[in-house]
């Protein structure tokens, strides 16, 4: 199994670039690869604020993404519920902090004074 980066992650979800995409394209194809929260947060990150993609798009792509036999998700119920709670209207980083201390006990605060 391999990691991979945002990088590889945009370039297969956003198939923009002519050299790149098509090689994370057989990247991700010839590998069983593994991504983990922190790149996913940047690539919903980069989705938002560099390419201004709307949150339903995102959400597609993210599931397109969980969808794939040779991608595995770090701790991928937990993401699965942030992603969730992103399409639900939550903040994609705030909806990571809250999936991954649901249930320890406690309540979870998002910003102070919430």
């Given at each position: 199994m391999i990691g991979?980066?945002?990088?590889i992650v945009l370039r297969y979800l956003l198939k923009d670039d002519p050299a790149l995409s098509p090689r994370a394209l057989e990247i991700i194809a010839a590998n069983d690869?593994?991504?983990?929260?922190?790149?996913?947060?940047?690539?919903?990150?980069?989705?938002?604020?560099?390419?201004?993609?709307?949150?339903?798009?995102?959400?597609?792509?993210?599931?397109a993404l969980?969808?794939?036999?040779?991608?595995?998700?770090?701790?991928?119920?937990?993401?699965e519920r942030a992603v969730s709670w992103y399409k639900a209207g939550m903040d994609f980083g705030?909806?990571?902090?809250?999936?991954?201390?649901?249930g320890c006990g406690s309540g979870v605060i998002l910003k102070p004074g919430a």
């Open positions: 991979i980066d945002t990088n690869c593994f991504v983990t929260r922190d790149a996913l947060t940047e690539v919903v990150y980069t989705l938002e604020s560099y390419y201004s993609s709307p949150r339903a798009q995102i959400g597609r792509a993210l599931d969980f969808s794939l036999r040779r991608v595995s998700i770090e701790d991928r119920a937990v993401t705030d909806a990571m902090i809250a999936a991954s201390v649901d």
